[in-house]
């Protein structure tokens, strides 16, 4: 305010000056008093704008404190929930794999186990079996062996000494003779093999019988 007075009183005084020698006397409102009222009133402007400037820096410096301490906070916090969250997921991954390998390593063993007993027993069933047949086979061949020696030697010796020796010869070819239009079972071995017709062969010679297909001439 003090420096408002002088130049307010200046500024009148001007204004008269002007007015005495001007003979438009409002002229001297935009020349002068105008410039003047604005040189003063830029006192207060600048101490408003110091004001205002001083608010906004405030507010500026403290929202930004604010928000560099609720940042690091909320980061610290997050960092710490993440943590937790990649702890137990790191938990449940390695138990998961430790349980799932072992119900997978029982199933193999399992398998295995199966795949052995498949092979083995069927295969000492059938061993068995087979086992048994040829122990029967032999059993029952030399029974077979034996009653083939007993037949041959007793029963076709006893028939050897009632059966001549030689076939009367009155025996000999006498039912072929009598059926003679067709052969009788074993009857190859007594009687004459039919006679197969030959054909005579044509003489193979170019020119001499031209309706021959092998002998004509082209």
């Known amino acids: 305010m003090k420096l408002l007075l ?3 009183l200046l500024s009148t005084l001007a204004s008269c000056t002007f007015v005495k020698t001007n003979s438009r006397p ?3 409102v935009p020349c002068i008093a105008a410039p003047n009222a604005n040189q003063g009133l830029s006192y207060v402007s600048q101490g408003t704008n110091l004001a205002v400037n001083g608010v906004s820096d405030g507010v500026d410096d403290v929202s930004n404190g604010i928000g560099k301490v609720a940042d690091r906070q909320a980061r610290d916090y997050t960092n710490m929930g993440e943590n937790v969250v990649f702890r137990a997921d790191d938990v449940v991954y390695r138990e998961a794999n430790r349980y799932t390998d072992y119900g997978m390593d029982t199933i193999d063993d399992g398998a295995t ?5 498949l092979r083995r027993w ?3 069933v059938t061993g068995t079996v087979q086992r048994g047949m040829v122990a029967t086979k032999k059993v029952y061949q030399s029974a077979m062996y034996s009653y083939g020696d007993a037949v041959s030697r007793g029963l076709f010796g006893a028939v050897d000494i009632i059966t001549p020796p030689e076939p009367k010869p009155y025996m000999v070819g ?8 067709y052969a009788l079972p074993g009857s190859s071995w007594h009687c004459r093999l039919p006679q197969i017709p030959v054909e005579p062969e044509q003489e193979v010679t170019a020119g001499k019988n031209p ?8």
């Open 174 to 181: 006498s039912l072929n003779e009598l059926s003679p239009g």
């Open 26 to 28: 409002t002229a001297a």
């Open 113 to 117: 186990f199966g795949a052995r007993a």
């Open 6 to 8: 002088p130049l307010v």
């Open 211 to 218: 309706k021959n297909p092998v002998t004509a001439s082209k």
């Open 122 to 124: 069927p295969d000492y």
